[in-house]
Structure formats: structure tokens, C-alpha cells
């Protein structure tokens, strides 16, 4: 498959590089199209790798990667031009944190997600909420904690959700860990997980950690 | 001990009838001193078992548990009087959630808690926020999910903390399954999770379900 990652940080370099080892093709999208740590990125993980502007990467993909922060995504997003991903299944793995005077703060929240206003800036892109959970070594290497822990999925297009299950496997989380939250309103929901996921990696000083769902049936 | 249960929701009503299980001395509060619910309960817990106003209860106390809707808990405890949770561990378990045209809302929220809430009306009081994150039958039964699942406590006060971690022991949670946030302030995060515990409600149809934590290291 080939997939635009949009987003230069630890977080799309990671998601690029585990997605090229598992035989795709990967453009990574930022800005500008000779952006150090994409060009330095692109020319490290091998030929089926390549990077460019935001629009160059989401023209390149079948599938979208939004790994931008969840501040800046909707300016990412229209840079990428909604012609690029109309149609498409578009993964939301961002969250809306940033620091504030000092203190990690998430916005928008509760009345609304990134999630939400993805899909609502670009209402024919195809948007699945995923990953947002866990750290991104967590994301592509589930194997790196112990236990059977989960990762969500939420969106309003079935069929995406699927697509996005079969691609959350690929990454080692078999579609037993993967909770269906519903539509993607339920972004919200995994958003406002991340002050928790924050405070336990104040507690244990590391992210390699990741919740397991125990239910009595 | 001589406890105080603010509320006579199924919250309040189980929390007071484990801790009488326990061999415990509970008062359950209420606005009114002859509350149906609360006479009801108290006498079918038994003669360490009473019921009466949240200043009634609140007196009698030696530990003060808020287990009435995190939107009215500063009402409440107006009502139950500073002067009798003043110097006092006062446990919070609850969340400020309320359906809202159909929806079920979280607020305060992100900028604010009802733990911090309480804290700022009650700067005696020795606030521990904790439990809030699970139903209130898995509250006085873990061993109801399986799982070496967590609670959470915070608060500002270390001694208040070891106080309730030692009270969440009487209830079966072992102090390694005890996580500790920190200062009162993580409040916020233990609340938000609340949204996401919504969703898997809905998604399993059923309530007896938890988080269990799993970590590299």
C-alpha cells in the first residue's frame, strides 16, 4: 500500500519507518518539501521511502496518516488539500496537547476532538481515530509491554474502521485488542485519556506502558 | 473506624454497606434527616449502621466519603459544615457528569476537577480523590473483574493517602495495585478518564469491567 504520513516529529518518523519495513511505500509530508528530518528520514529508511510537501504526500497515498500534532492538524490537513484525501481512510493518531504556562494542557476537549473536527473540515475523507493512546514505540511494537492491552478505534465509516484494524495488525495488535468505540464523536473520549496516559508517565518516568481493558465478561 | 457516606445513591449505598460489612460504623448523609433511601438502608445494614443530614453524618465521622454527584458535592458538603471535615480524611469518588440534552457531559473539566474543588472550599480537609474511575460494585469487590487491575489516588496530603490506600486494602485492592498520581491537582486526569469508561459501558453493555495498567518496566 503506499501511505502519506503527514508530520516530521518522533511520532510520523516512527509510524513511516515501521510502515516501510512492513513492505509499503511512505511519503512523509511537512510543509516544506526539503524539510531536514523528512529528506534525512526519507534517505535512511531505503527506497520505499520518500518525502515531501503535505500535499505531495497525501496526493502519493491511498491511506493517510495524520501525525501532526492535534493543534495543527486541520492546518496540515488543508495544506494537504482535501482533492488528496476525499475517499480516503485518514488516521487521526494525534492529540490536542500542548504546554501552557508550564502545564500540559488539551484543547479542544470534551465538546468537541480533532477527531470531530477532521471529519467535519474534510467530510468525504474517510476518518478513523486510532493509536492516539499510546506512545508511538507502543504504537508499531505492542509487544513491548506485557499483557494483552488494548488500542481503540472510533470513526463513522465501518468499512475504514476495518481497513484500519487489518493495518493496526500488521503492527502486532491482534483485532481482539483493538475496542470499537463507535462513531468518531468517541474521539473525545480518547482524547481526554491522554492527562491520565500523562500522569502515569510522570508516576513510572518512561511510556512504554499501555491500559489493559479487564471486563467480568 | 466512623465513617460518613455523603449520598444515598447506589454509590453511597454500597460504599456504606461494605465498610458495615467491614465491621465499620457508618453514617449515610443525606439533605434531608429522614431520607427514604437512607433509613431504608440503614436498617437493613444493621445496628452500625445510621442515616441523618450531611452535618449529622459529617460530625460523626472520623473519615468523610463524598459519594454524592461530583456536580452537587460542594453543596453538600457546605451543608455538612467545614467545621465537621476540617483535619479530616475526606475521600472523594466522584465524578461531575450530568446528561445534557441526551448526552452525557463531564464538567468542570481539564482546567479544573471537583477534587481541586473540594480542596479550595475545604483547605483542612485532607482530600484524597479515588475510586471514581470504576462502578461502585467493582469498587468494594475488584475481585469481581479479573485482572490485577488499578485504582488511582491523589491528593496533597501523603498520610491521607496511605490512610485510603490502606481502606481500598479492606476493600481487596492490594497497595501495589494502588497507583499515586500525586498532588490533588491530578484530579482532572482521573476524571477525564470518565468519558472512556462511558464508551466501554456502552460498547459491553455492562459495568463490571476496569483498567489494568501493564508496563516494560
Redesign the interface.
Known amino acids: 500500500m503506499r501511505y502519506a504520513v503527514l508530520g516530521t516529529g518522533q511520532v510520523g518518523r516512527t509510524l513511516g519507518g515501521r510502515l516501510v519495513e512492513l513492505g509499503h511505500e511512505v511519503r512523509l509530508g511537512s510543509r516544506t518539501p526539503d524539510n531536514a528530518a523528512a529528506v534525512q528520514w526519507a534517505a535512511a529508511a531505503g527506497p520505499r521511502a520518500g518525502a515531501g510537501t503535505f500535499a505531495q504526500a497525501a496526493e502519493f497515498g491511498e491511506v493517510v496518516v495524520n501525525a501532526v500534532g492535534g493543534r495543527v492538524a486541520l492546518a496540515a490537513l488543508e495544506a494537504a488539500g482535501a482533492e488528496h484525501v476525499d475517499g480516503k481512510v485518514l488516521v487521526d493518531v494525534s492529540n490536542p496537547l500542548a504546554l501552557e504556562e508550564g502545564e500540559l494542557?488539551?484543547?479542544p476537549?470534551?465538546?468537541d476532538s480533532v477527531g470531530e473536527q477532521i471529519q467535519r473540515a474534510f467530510p468525504r475523507a474517510r476518518v478513523v481515530k486510532s493509536l492516539n493512546t499510546v506512545n508511538c514505540r507502543v504504537m508499531v511494537d505492542p509487544g513491548?509491554?506485557?499483557?494483552e492491552?488494548n488500542v481503540f478505534v472510533c470513526g463513522d465509516d465501518p468499512a475504514a474502521k476495518e481497513q484500519v484494524t487489518a493495518l493496526l495488525g500488521e503492527f502486532g495488535w491482534p483485532a481482539e485488542r483493538v475496542?470499537?468505540?463507535?462513531g468518531i464523536r468517541?474521539s473525545?473520549?480518547?482524547e481526554?485519556?491522554l492527562?491520565?496516559w500523562?500522569?502515569?508517565l510522570?508516576?513510572?518516568g518512561?511510556a512504554?506502558?499501555?491500559?489493559?481493558?479487564?471486563?467480568?465478561?
Do not use: I, Q
Open positions: 494542557r488539551l484543547s476537549v470534551e465538546s513491548s509491554v506485557p499483557g492491552h475496542l470499537d468505540l463507535g468517541a473525545r473520549a480518547v481526554m485519556w492527562p491520565l500523562a500522569g502515569l510522570r508516576t513510572f518512561h512504554e506502558f499501555n491500559l489493559e481493558v479487564r471486563r467480568a465478561r
